[in-house]
């Protein structure tokens, strides 16, 4: 172990890349190694809730570049 404190001395940046996993038509992200389909509104509140329990201090690309509707939230 290198003795790190997360939130401290390290943090992690995730790139979410959420226009591979939306689908437009369903108006769905899938996550399929998880077998997990999210409205956008609960892939919004699953992202929160991974900064809520980890030192997450950056999300790229956190919702489709074409899901305007969830953007404005």
């Not at 956008?40 to 992202?47: M, V």
Request: proline share 7%; with cysteine; glycine share 6%.
């Amino acid at each position: 172990m290198a003795g790190y404190k997360p939130g401290e001395d390290i943090a992690i940046s995730l790139d979410v890349a959420a226009s591979d996993l939306y689908d437009e038509e369903a108006e769905v992200y899938r996550l399929p190694l998880d077998k997990a389909e999210y409205s956008p509104d609960e892939f919004i509140n699953l992202q929160v809730g991974w900064c809520g329990r980890h030192p997450i201090i950056s999300i790229e690309d956190p919702l489709a570049d074409t899901d305007w509707k969830a953007w404005g939230r």
